[in-house]
């Protein structure tokens, strides 16, 4: 019920306003995958992509069962509740597309 | 204790614990009278806690106190001196700051008065808060290396503290000016300082440089630690990309610099030897800025303790320290650590604002660094307070992969700008 409240709310925000509404631990990712999220290439967008993708795609870097430049090292710093609330957050947000 | 700068002191004053306690909607709280969030210092911690703060609780009335018009990021100072960017590359404005909301004032904070929550300004004004932000950055200990002062540093650049971008310029200038064949001496301190991978992406990117324009040039890093980060992984780019263009003399091969001559261009070591060179980029020892020392927030070390979870300084509640000037450790002075500090505090100080506990943290951070062209390595760090202070995550993080990994090192020079571009939007944009 909360879970959905929140959502609702992000919906309504505009997206500056909706990234700051994530979950502190999402903040990481601003510093590399744009501000909005939205991927600055080569770093892809995570905004709008669904949260299964984006947890099972954290879940595999974990594991080190998918290759990495450097998402194994970072997704290994995260447990499963940050990493399903950062992809809940995400896959809320509209995609903006790679700048 | 009401400023003439703030447009709401009054009503925040008589109405900052009410509105705290009582008022559910953002919106409303605003328009009945904000608490009043003052930022001082407008680089990566700062111009980061303001952004954030005027997203993120718009209840909240956020002016950010800064004395420079624009801000010269440290970060990517190294590829100006590369001859890769220039330095508009790397100057931000806060315009997208103000459109935001956030009022911007242009004045150094001269004190600080955290009994009556008020800070004493160079212009004359008293500025009032209820809750403050110091991301005030580090200071020079000039004479910390005898002879470097000020007036050294116009001679023998340490390009460490960009401010109006002055040095970064004389730096680049005296690469230009050289002549082939000759040296550049870089003096490196011992740890803590901000940036620590810096000096060795600098010497990394001059050789760039040289190799280009001078390839008979030698770089001398007399260094005063005997390992850094990212070492192997520079050590092995520098070899593979500048052959022996680089001499790197570390603190147990008599590499500390303890003394210099600007007028001859002389770095002298611990045991008296004495290196001439042509160019001379002399990294001197670090404390927190100025402001932080005399507002007797900083302890022995130079630096401020801060609580690991709110960074509220030991010494003052109600002011939370970010950036390079607190004592962060694990954690390194990284822009990046600044950025992601400076949300939790923010966060904090909101909570705190309402009677709430401050929320639960992670702090992360990568350091990219350029080692020349599409060669670029990484650090990575994931941190969680403990009860004595923070920790890294256990089996996360670390550095780059070594070996023979071209497109590795080529998509972390990607990432790397891609980073610079992502991290300044999320401080200035």
Redesign the interface.
């Known amino acids: 019920m909360r879970r959905e409240a929140a959502l609702a709310l992000t919906l309504l925000l505009t997206p500056a306003a909706a990234m700051a509404q994530a979950p502190l631990a999402s903040q990481g990712c601003l510093g590399c995958h744009g501000a909005d999220a939205s991927g600055v290439t080569p770093v892809p967008g995570l905004a709008g992509r669904p949260a299964t993708e984006l947890v099972a795609a954290m879940t595999a870097f974990r594991a080190n069962e998918k290759p990495a430049t450097i998402m194994g090292r970072i997704a290994r710093g995260y447990t499963d509740a940050e990493i399903a609330a950062m992809a809940a957050h995400f896959a809320a947000l509209p995609a903006g597309g790679n700048r | 204790m009401i400023s003439t700068l703030s447009r709401r002191g009054f009503l925040a004053a008589a109405g900052a614990t009410a509105a705290a306690t009582t008022l559910a909607r953002p919106s409303i709280a605003r328009a009945q009278g904000a608490a009043r969030l003052v930022v001082v210092g407008g680089g990566f911690g700062g111009a980061s806690a303001a952004r954030?703060a005027r997203?993120?609780y718009?209840w909240l009335d956020v002016t950010l106190v800064e004395p420079q018009a624009r801000f010269v990021t440290c970060p990517y100072g190294n590829l100006v001196l590369a001859g890769r960017l220039g330095m508009d590359d790397i100057t931000h404005s806060y315009d997208a700051l103000r459109a935001?909301g956030v009022r911007v004032v242009q004045d150094w904070v001269d004190g600080i008065d955290p009994i009556a929550k008020t800070l004493r300004l160079r212009g004359g004004a008293t500025l009032g808060y209820d809750r403050a932000i110091l991301s005030p950055g580090i200071a020079l200990r000039w004479g910390a290396i005898e002879g470097y002062d000020e007036a050294a540093s116009q001679v023998m650049p340490h390009a460490w503290v960009p401010a109006d971008g002055s040095q970064t310029r004389l730096l680049r200038r005296q690469l230009e000016a050289m002549d082939d064949g000759g040296v550049v001496g870089i003096a490196i301190p011992g740890n803590p300082f901000r940036c620590p991978p810096g000096p060795y992406e600098r010497i990394g990117m001059i050789a760039e440089y040289l190799k280009k324009h001078k390839p008979r040039s030698k770089i001398l890093a007399l260094d005063a630690k005997d390992a850094f980060s990212k070492q192997a992984l520079f050590q092995d780019g520098w070899k593979q990309l500048y052959g022996d263009m680089i001499e790197w003399v570390p603190l147990s091969k008599d590499g500390r610099v303890v003394r210099v001559d600007a007028a001859s261009r002389t770095l002298e070591t611990e045991f008296g030897v004495k290196h001439q060179v042509a160019v001379a980029n002399v990294i001197p020892p670090q404390s927190a800025a100025r402001l932080a020392i005399d507002a007797g927030l900083a302890d022995a070390s130079g630096w401020v303790p801060v609580d690991p979870r709110t960074f509220e300084a030991k010494a003052a509640p109600g002011i939370h320290v970010v950036g390079d000037a607190n004592n962060g450790a694990p954690m390194p002075k990284s822009g990046?650590v600044a950025?992601?500090t400076a949300?939790?505090a923010v966060?904090s100080a909101a909570a705190l604002l309402r009677g709430e506990a401050p929320?639960?943290?992670?702090?992360?951070n990568?350091c990219y660094s350029h080692v020349g062209p599409e060669y670029g390595i990484?650090i990575?760090?994931?941190f969680r307070p403990t009860a004595t202070g923070i920790a890294e995550?256990a089996?996360?993080?670390?550095v780059?992969p070594r070996g023979d990994l071209p497109e590795?090192r080529r998509?972390?020079a990607?990432?790397a700008d891609?980073?610079y571009?992502?991290?300044t939007?999320?401080a200035f944009?």
């Open positions: 954030f997203l993120a718009p935001r990046f950025n992601n949300k939790q966060a929320p639960e943290a992670v702090y992360f990568t990484s990575v760090g994931v995550v089996n996360s993080g670390g780059s590795q998509f972390e990607l990432y891609a980073w571009r992502s991290i939007e999320d944009g």
